[in-house]
T-cell receptor, first 114, second 111 residues
Framework: ETGVTQSPTHLIKTRGQQVTLRCSSQ?????VSWYQQALGQGPQFIFQYYREEENGRGNFPPRFSGLQFPNYSSELNVNALELDDSALYLC?????????????FGEGSRLTVL | DQQVKQNSPSLSVQEGRISILNCDYT??????FLWYKKYPAEGPTFLIS?????DKNEDGRFTVFLNKSAKHLSLHIVPSQPGDSAVYFCAASARGQNFVFGPGTRLSVLP
């Protein structure tokens, strides 16, 4: 059984740039959620995708967008990067919808915005 | 406005003793709770869950207690082992809503 994998693991961008983070869900999981974890805080929900459709969104601006592909892998895109976007971005896959079951997390992509 | 609070940023416990990690929540609609453990440079891993219809759930060395009237849950680890040293996150959800995570408690188990 293949776990959740994320790429890249680390990256550095400058303010105003755009970034794309990628996630492959655990085998058999059709739901992917993205979380932002700032230093010293818990993960904060960005959005969830189920069968290629956005299935819930947290309190993040529209410059945070996503995609889910037919193989259930997913991308998180952030436009017009700001310094406060520096964080660990976690992808989690699951078998069930919002607020149910167990989330299986990847190792995360650490983004630094200079 | 933090809906899930973990008021102890850190906790140190001697190996073999009990570790008790606490979590408080404000949203009375929360009906499902989970605990996650996170090592450095790894993603959080699921430990144990409890639904609001129960007040206790046990899995090996880990037991979660839920006090709905106090909006409080706790994770007990007995006996604590050095490998348990990690950051522990409490998470809660209401039906059909996303999981809300607390800020975490760093547990250090001293040999």
């Amino acid at each position: 059984e293949t776990g959740v994998t994320q790429s890249p693991t680390h990256l550095i961008k400058t303010r105003g740039q755009q970034v794309t983070l990628r996630c492959s869900s655990q085998s058999g999981h059709n739901t992917v959620s993205w979380y932002q974890q700032a230093l010293g805080q818990g993960p904060q929900f960005i959005f969830q995708y189920y069968r290629e459709e956005e299935n819930g969104r947290g309190n993040f601006p529209p410059r945070f967008s996503g995609l889910q592909f037919p193989n259930y892998s997913s991308e998180l895109n952030v436009n017009a990067l700001e310094l406060d976007d520096s964080a660990l971005y976690l992808c989690a896959s699951s078998l069930e919808g919002l607020g149910k079951g167990e989330l299986f997390f990847g190792e995360g992509s650490r983004l630094t915005v200079l | 406005d933090q809906q899930v609070k973990q008021n102890s940023p850190s906790l140190s416990v001697q190996e073999g003793r009990i570790s008790i990690l606490n979590c408080d929540y404000t949203n009375s609609m929360f009906d499902y709770f989970l605990w996650y453990k996170k090592y450095p440079a790894e993603g959080p891993t699921f430990l144990i869950s409890i639904s609001s219809i129960k007040d206790k759930n046990e899995d090996g060395r880990f037991t979660v207690f839920l006090n709905k009237s106090a909006k409080h849950l706790s994770l007990h680890i007995v006996p604590s082992q050095p490998g348990d040293s990690a950051v522990y996150f409490c998470a809660a959800s209401a039906r059909g809503q996303n999981f809300v995570f607390g800020p975490g408690t760093r547990l250090s188990v001293l040999p």
